[in-house]
């Protein structure tokens, strides 16, 4: 069963930092180039970071550090100094040539 399961979300202080994590199965996760969308209250989805499949090419918005274990096919998003306006779902997102697959999200509410 394909599946991209995403944990790691949470409450947190502005300046907080959290580390979200998301599980790929069902598919060939190494050959895929990985993504990290948020998507705020009322506002449309957007990438906050983004890893190639080999883990050489990558983007990464402010203060987010993305990285990939393909042995545990995993990916990591570390979020550090956390700011009220970064409050959204996290979604992983897996893509290739043909294919792209989405989990379920993770809450982040960075709240004082």
């Known amino acids: 069963q394909l599946q991209l399961v995403e944990s790691g979300g949470g409450s947190v202080e502005p300046g907080g930092s959290l580390n979200l994590s998301c599980v790929g199965s069902?598919?060939?996760?190494?050959?895929?180039?990985m993504y990290w969308y948020r998507q705020a209250p009322g506002k449309g989805r957007e990438v906050v970071a983004a890893?190639?499949?080999?883990g050489g090419d990558y983007f990464e918005k402010g203060r987010f550090i993305m990285s990939r274990d393909n042995s545990k096919n995993t990916v990591h998003l570390q979020m550090n100094s956390l700011k009220l306006e970064y409050t959204a779902v996290y979604y992983c997102?897996?893509?290739?040539?043909?294919?792209?697959?989405w989990g379920q999200g993770t809450q982040v509410t960075v709240s004082s």
């Open positions: 997102n897996a893509q290739n040539s043909w294919y792209e697959y």
């Open positions: 069902g598919f060939p996760f190494s050959t895929y180039d």
């Open positions: 890893i190639a499949s080999s």
